[in-house]
Nanobody
Framework: QVQLVESGGGLVQAGGSLRLSCAVS????????MGWFRQAPGKEREFVAA????????YYADSVKGRFTISRDNAKNTVYLQMNSLKPEDTAVYYC????????????????????WGQGTQVTVSS
């Protein structure tokens, strides 16, 4: 059984930073492409960022490009999302997801590509 546990969410002022972590257990982490998604109140879940299993390819939503950075440490079975220059519109529950694949395309932006999901961590950005 694969488990994903997010951490690092919280309350931050606009312009601030947060670093989210997602720890993966239960299966070989290094062969997963990993993604971050978010869901704001009253809105559908949307793609934020994805990273290939080796960490050599990344893909970002236009809304976070240049502000957020996704990375991974396969030795620690963990993926990170560094969020800088946060805006109130970044307020959402952030979810990490794992896709059992060694491939990586822009399809990583699609929820249906992912096999496993975490429970989410709340990020609130005050103005």
């Amino acid at each position: 059984q694969v488990q994903l546990v997010e951490s690092g969410g919280g309350l931050v002022q606009a312009g601030g930073s947060l670093r989210l972590s997602c720890a993966v257990s239960g299966r070989t982490f290094s062969v997963y492409a990993m993604g971050w998604f978010r869901q704001a109140p009253g809105k559908e879940r949307e793609f934020v960022a994805a990273i290939s299993w080796r960490g050599d390819n990344t893909y970002y939503a236009d809304s976070v490009k240049g502000r957020f950075t996704i990375s991974r440490d396969n030795a620690k079975n963990t993926v990170y999302l560094q969020m800088n220059s946060l805006k109130p519109e970044d307020t959402a529950v952030y979810y990490c997801a794992a896709d059992w694949t060694v491939g990586f395309t822009t399809a990583q932006a699609q929820e249906g590509e992912y096999d496993y999901w975490g429970q989410g961590t709340q990020v609130t950005v005050s103005s």
